[in-house]
């Protein structure tokens, strides 16, 4: 076998730098990746501001309204009416439905580091799953009293009150058919908190079966007067 012929120092010399050139020029390439993954994933306000700013009007540029409100929806892939913008608007403190302003948004989607529609997408699951902690979900309840009444009004209108137990109890309590029953044959056209707070508790405490539900002693009596067993 013929001998190979011993390389010259030049000839290794440039190689090595060359091996070394194209591992500094990876290495740069990682970091740059890096730091675009870290950016991209740390929450930056100016960017949560610019998105906001996506959904509102050169007349109006810090509050988000309806039309906005339904991009908005369209965007993250969920539906206006589903609960959990609702547990959304809780999570921000918005004083009315069917708008955020800048503040509001600034809060809730600070709070959630999220700042683009990936972000608080990955973050709907969270927003759901608020709703099965029975501490959070007693206190989404007593705000979607105040978020959805008329703010011209002290008490909630029957129509609205309705729709918003609906949202929240409809699919979870069993009873709520019939009490749904009893409000459409009820005189009353308008729910106080008080009783919007209590009907939460009569969904909490009466057993399915209303094998402990006692007219006389029943939280509801007081403000409703639910008669079930009839």
Not at 35 to 59: G, H, I, M, N
Not at 124 to 132: G, I, K
Request: with cysteine; proline share 3%.
């Amino acid at each position: 076998m013929p001998r190979s012929k011993r390389r010259s120092t030049t000839d290794m010399s440039t190689n090595e730098d060359d091996r070394y050139a194209s591992k500094r020029l990876r290495n740069s390439n990682s970091s740059r990746r890096v730091s675009r993954v870290e950016e991209a994933q740390s929450f930056s306000q100016k960017r949560c501001l610019a998105w906001f700013r996506e959904y509102t009007t050169p007349d109006d540029p810090d509050t988000l309204g309806p039309e906005g409100m339904e991009k908005f929806c369209e965007d993250i892939g969920v539906e206006p009416e589903n609960v959990v913008m609702l547990v959304l608007a809780y999570k921000m403190q918005a004083r009315q439905m069917g708008f955020f302003t800048k503040e509001e948004w600034l809060k809730g989607l600070g709070e959630m580091q999220c700042d683009s529609i990936q972000k608080l997408q990955y973050r709907l699951d969270y927003l759901r799953c608020l709703l099965n902690d029975q501490n959070a979900f007693k206190a989404i309840y007593r705000y979607a009293y105040d978020f959805a009444r008329d703010k011209d009004q002290r008490s909630m209108d029957m129509d609205t009150a309705k729709a918003m137990l609906q949202l929240l109890l409809g699919k979870h309590w069993p009873l709520y058919s019939q009490f749904s029953q009893f409000l459409d044959q009820s005189k009353y056209k308008v729910i106080n908190k008080d009783q919007w707070c209590n009907i939460l508790e009569f969904s909490r405490t009466i057993y399915n079966d209303l094998s402990n539900y006692d007219v006389d002693r029943s939280m509801a009596r007081n403000n409703l007067d639910p008669n079930l067993k009839s």
